[in-house]
């Protein structure tokens, strides 16, 4: 008699256990046999579960999500995913769109190094978790309403949580930089990509069932209409037509760095950067080589200066705002002689303010910046 | 041919986007010291210096944060260090390279500018191999923490 084997584990949970099982064709024939055709389904329930892309989904959303969202989707630096009645109210091109197109200025960046697949399998990961109703894809079809009446219901009824100008609520999230007891950071709901993830379907949706688990009530139980939340779904809809409003805006800037050229020697312009850093009301932190902690004490290339300073008030602003700046600290200024030049030099911080997708930051960093060339036209004045 | 993508989007009133792997996190399921030693061990075993820790953590939590563990961590490996300030002096303003490390309740957060970024604001094709090896062996560094038990 031939003899088959077959493994009852898929490869991706193979790949997580050493409990891999072989058995023979014959006897699980004769054993399914004797299984009854309900716990037959159920079985199947279960290996097909398993052979998902969960596993894939759980991986990718662990490696791009998790270190904003939490391991379990509770939320930090960004907002908590993890709310039955969030994920309740938005199909699953909500989600697709929202992690293709980020949140322009509001810190969730846009994910478009992933594929197509990927996406859908974070998505699939985000539809495991439990409590929520299953999605249905969501119609596009635009939901009319009087946009004037809507401004004047949104003004009364929104402005509070979500800004006068539907810019969202500051901060990050609920992580350091805000208080624990802060449950959700209320959505700029006039930012682009937001607008471009919603349907007007969905906005209606929260708006007539609340968000349970958010300050985000139900506004049918509030007394309105529902022609009064249709017109509040148009007013919102119409930011679409609009330009993209200062909170979506990402600071550019073509120079990653900023340089000026020293008439001094190497020594008198560290002294004169110490002067324009007290100048600038900054702590001065310490002045050490580049190579410090790298070669052995007293080998240090003394033609390759830093000098650390600090303005801790500014400090404790910027990381209120977002804790991830620590990325620009201590501010530090550099004087290096090159051949016969002396330059001295700073990051840009314009220019390393995109990369946190923060526009809250926008006014800090061009402040810094300011600093920053400040300090280095009075190092060579 | 990127000034005039960047000259159109501002023309249109957009913004260019952010990319998610412009800045490179991770989160350790792991109380701070343990993950900031992790963090150390870890940055070593893949050939580099950890030149210096620096401690943010002044006035802090006397500011209404949860939390006074917050550091940088500056690493780097001297001939590397050594040669690139050398032919290219711009380039120093973002040595060592740095990750930033901190508390968010039990777990910590890691993170860095992806150090392929470097290659837009420094447009020398003879870096372009240097920055992808640091990307590709902070993503190892993160990948290996964030794994650990």
């Known amino acids: 008699m031939i003899r088959f084997s077959i493994q009852i584990f898929p490869q991706s949970v193979k790949r997580q256990s050493a409990r891999t099982k072989l058995i023979d064709f014959d006897e699980t024939v004769t054993s399914l046999l004797r299984i009854p055709p309900l716990l037959i389904l159920a079985l199947s329930a279960v290996l097909a ?10 991986q990718l959303y662990a490696r791009n999500c998790s270190a904003c969202h939490g391991s379990d989707g509770h939320g930090g630096v960004g907002v908590p995913l993890a709310l039955p009645a969030f994920l309740s109210s938005v199909d699953d091109k909500y989600l697709r769109v929202t992690i293709r197109r980020g949140r322009p200025g509001r810190v969730m960046p846009t994910f478009s190094q992933l594929t197509d697949r990927e996406v859908q399998s974070i998505v699939h990961h985000l539809r495991s978790w439990p409590g929520q109703a299953p999605p249905k894809p969501q119609s596009p079809t635009p939901i009319a309403g009087n946009t004037r009446h809507g401004k004047i219901l949104f003004a009364r009824n929104c402005a509070v949580c979500h800004g006068a ?5 500051h901060g990050t999230g609920v992580t350091m930089s805000r208080p624990r007891n802060a449950p959700i950071l209320a959505p700029a709901l006039n930012n682009p990509g ?11 949706t929260t708006l007539v069932r609340g968000r349970e688990g958010t300050p985000m009530r139900s506004f049918l139980k509030q007394g309105l209409k529902e022609n009064d939340i249709n017109d509040i779904v148009a007013y919102i809809r119409a930011f679409a037509h609009t330009t993209p409003p200062a909170s979506a805006k990402v600071l550019d800037s073509e120079t990653p760095t900023l340089v000026r050229e020293s008439p001094y020697t190497l020594e008198e312009t560290v002294e004169k950067v110490k002067t324009a850093v007290a100048a600038a009301n900054m702590r001065l932190i310490r002045i050490q080589t580049l190579d410090q902690g790298f070669v052995p004490e007293g080998k240090e290339d003394h033609d390759q200066v830093i000098v650390y300073s600090c303005d801790f008030g500014f400090l404790n602003e910027a ?3 977002d804790p991830r700046v620590g990325l620009f600290l201590p501010c530090r200024v550099t004087v290096v002689k090159h051949g016969d ?9 314009e220019r390393l303010s995109r990369i946190f997708n923060n526009s809250e930051l926008n006014d800090l960093c061009e402040k810094m910046q300011q600093v ?3 300090i280095l036209d009075e190092s060579v004045m | 041919m990127r000034q005039v993508f960047a000259v159109t989007l501002l023309l249109l009133g957009l913004s260019p986007s952010t990319r998610a792997d412009e800045l490179m996190m991770a989160r350790i399921s792991r109380p701070f010291p343990e993950a900031m030693n992790s963090l150390q061990e870890v940055i070593r075993e893949h050939g580099y210096t950890v030149s210096r820790v620096q401690r943010v953590d002044v006035g802090l939590t006397s500011s ?3 939390t006074a563990e917050y550091r940088v961590v500056f690493f780097g490996k001297p001939d590397e260090i050594h040669s690139l300030s050398d032919r290219y002096p711009e380039l120093i303003p973002y040595l060592p390279l740095n990750i930033v490390i901190f508390a968010e309740g039990d777990d910590t957060l890691v993170l860095t500018t992806n150090p392929h970024k470097l290659a837009d604001f420094f447009d020398k094709p003879a ?7 640091w990307e590709k062996d902070v993503r190892a560094i993160f990948d290996e923490i964030a794994s650990r038990p």
């Open chain 1, 341 to 349: 030049k002396v330059l001295v030099m700073s990051v840009n911080p």
């Open chain 1, 372 to 374: 920053y060339e400040n």
């Open chain 2, 127 to 133: 870096l372009h191999a240097q920055f992808s090896q």
């Open chain 1, 49 to 58: 579960r398993a052979d998902d892309p969960p596993t894939e989904g759980a």
């Open chain 1, 319 to 321: 990381l209120k705002v």
């Open chain 1, 165 to 169: 100008q539907a810019e969202g609520g």
């Open chain 1, 194 to 204: 937001f607008l471009a993830a919603a349907s007007d379907v969905m906005i209606k």
């Open chain 2, 64 to 66: 209404g944060f949860q």
